[in-house]
């Protein structure tokens, strides 16, 4: 790739590839709902499945691949760089799907400024676990998520701390984007509100271990998803249909992190 980037790199533009392959092996004595997931374990002999099936997996989802944009110099203040990153994971073990999980450009001034657009983690990501794709955290609540988004930052450094504060919109959904009326659409999707994000993030050296660092933050968002009211019903009285007068409900969230 080399001769092919060489004119993006005489301009000014550096192209960094990174990732990783992997293929992960697992054998299940007791067989799960999720071969993929062996963090979430539900026996395949709960309701809906018969017998205890021993399962065997390989499975190259959890590959990363990807790339980083810089410009090396600095333009009136300002220095930009980019980042496209995608992985393979499909709808189980034995499918692999292209997913992008980061796409954006930000734009960085020396006075602390920065502007991004694209999509990359919400603004409320602080501290999470170093799971490889871990949207089954949004099953136990745990908001997680990569969306499109508008975001601007400040922050200020100082000899041994900083802080940041952000401020963005973002479209597609929070955490797991809810459906209610089950059309196939985030309600958020079909909104005609975005999703309002702030954070605010102070973190400093620990005083007790050299190389260390300690983080507190608070953040949130707010915004008006849009749903439909069920029309038809079943004799236990489940819903069956929505296709009734449109209603909007409030998606609210505020989150304290600590690390």
Known sequence: TANIFEPLTESGLQFQPYGYLVLEGVYNTDGTDY?????????RHAPNHA?????????????????NLMTPETYAGWKFNGKFEFDLAGADANHTDFHVRHLFWNMAHESGWSILFGQTWHLWKM????????AWLENTGYPYRRSPQLRVTKRWDWEDS??????????????????RDENG??????????????????????????GRRWLFGVAGQYGRDNSHRASAFDDDGNATAFDGREDSYNSSMIMLAGS
């Open 162 to 179: 900083s802080l940041e504060a952000r401020v963005g919109l973002v479209k597609n959904g929070p955490g797991m984007g809810g459906d």
């Open 35 to 43: 071969p993929m997931y062996t963090d979430y374990v539900r026996p």
């Open 185 to 210: 659409t985030q309600d958020n999707e079909q909104s005609a509100w975005c999703l309002f994000e702030g954070a605010l993030v102070y973190d400093q050296d620990a005083a007790w271990d050299e």
């Open 51 to 67: 017998g205890r099936d021993r399962s065997a997996t390989l499975s190259v989802n959890d590959s990363i691949l990807g790339f």
């Open 127 to 134: 501290v999470t676990p170093s799971e490889i794709d871990g």
